[in-house]
């Protein structure tokens, strides 16, 4: 059991677990507010969302460790796609 | 003790023990400078390199429903902000929590599987074992990566039932794929997603199967990190989807 909390996904897990919890009461709690920058929360959060994504794909995905060309691709998918909503938002 | 003894001992989960290529021989990687060098690059592509083209094509696709989702939000986007308000956002954090936890589970379970196909090895290697002086193993750790899939393959069956009571409750209220503009794409983007899930619940189901009977070399090896890739790739599709359709303001 103790390798399991030893183990570097495991902070990474609990940071995205975190992160979660954050987008959560960013997109329910504080979007009742009425005097609140909603393009600047929604902008947030699909920044959070894709900084996620990287965490798992580098640390559960295992992309930290594979070649350049892999590791490329999976970063150009997501500055792309981010770009892409975050701009057409 | 001879330096492969050595090795066994001061190993941790935590170190990447293992660089094994789909079509190559298991390289030794540890923290241990007595081991060969050619760990040093430390590069390897976890799985078969065909999931990963299946993985990395099923991403584009997503990365294009994601791009259209959000042109037709700004065109209409007091409709969608209307509609996303009939959305429950509790389930659809519920069920982030739930595929997280779930990957972690496939995350120590790799690793518990790398860690026995490593122990094999090096037992293979030792000359220690040669005279029946090495260690036993006694943790069983294919058991515990069978347990660890069996607790992921749970996780995907939980987000599995929220899915079920979220589109009961909509198809109670009267709310369908042809409400309107947002909930087509709220059906289609999820029931996609959520056939991922079913696949990804099957593949777990046979990855625990096949650890619990017992981890024969590279070859499970290779099986396990193929089938734990795609499960990710289910797991990072949902955070996404997740504050695209649900938080967004």
């Not at chain 1, 504080?30 to 393009?39: I, S, V």
């Not at chain 2, 959305?87 to 589970?105: I, V």
């Not at chain 2, 990566?145 to 939980?158: E, I, P, S």
Request: glycine fraction near 6%; include cysteine; charged fraction near 15%.
């Amino acid at each position: 059991m103790q390798t399991f909390f030893r183990h570097p996904a495991t902070p990474i897990w609990l940071l995205l677990m975190i992160a979660t919890g954050l987008s959560w009461w960013l997109g329910v709690d504080a979007g009742r507010e009425e005097d609140l920058n909603y393009h600047l929360i929604s902008t947030t959060l699909i920044i959070i969302a894709f900084i996620k994504v990287r965490f798992v794909m580098r640390y559960f995905m295992e992309v930290r460790t594979a070649p350049l060309s892999l590791r490329l691709i999976c970063d150009a998918w997501i500055v792309v796609v981010c770009s892409a909503i975050v701009w057409l938002f | 003790m001879n330096e492969s003894g050595k090795a066994a001992e001061g190993r941790t989960t935590h170190e990447r023990p293992v660089v094994a290529s789909p079509s190559s021989s298991i390289t030794l990687c540890t923290s241990d400078k007595s081991l060969p060098d050619e760990c040093s690059a430390g590069e390897h592509v976890p799985g078969e390199v065909g999931i990963w083209v299946f993985v990395l094509g099923d991403m584009l696709v997503f990365g294009l429903f994601f791009t259209v989702f959000a042109y037709y939000r700004g065109l209409n986007i007091d409709l969608y902000l209307q509609s996303q308000t009939s959305l429950n956002q509790n389930y659809g954090a519920l069920n982030t929590l739930l595929l997280l936890l779930s990957s972690w589970f496939v995350v120590m379970a790799v690793s518990d599987v790398r860690n026995s196909v490593n122990s094999n090895v090096l037992k293979k290697s030792s000359p220690a074992n040669k005279d029946g002086l090495a260690q036993q193993n006694t943790s069983h750790p294919s058991k515990r990566a069978a347990m660890l899939l069996a607790l992921a393959f749970l996780c995907g069956l939980g987000f599995g039932l929220v899915k079920i009571i979220e589109y009961t409750e909509k198809i109670s209220a009267g709310i369908t794929i042809t409400s309107n503009e947002f909930f087509m794409y709220y059906y289609i983007f999820t029931g996609l997603h959520f056939l991922h899930v079913l696949i990804g619940m099957g593949v777990l189901v046979f990855l625990c199967l096949k650890v619990r009977a017992g981890i024969s070399g590279e070859s499970d090896l290779v099986l396990v990190e193929s089938g734990a890739t795609f499960w990710h790739m289910v797991d990072l599709l949902w955070i996404v989807l997740f504050p695209l359709l649900y938080l967004m303001k």
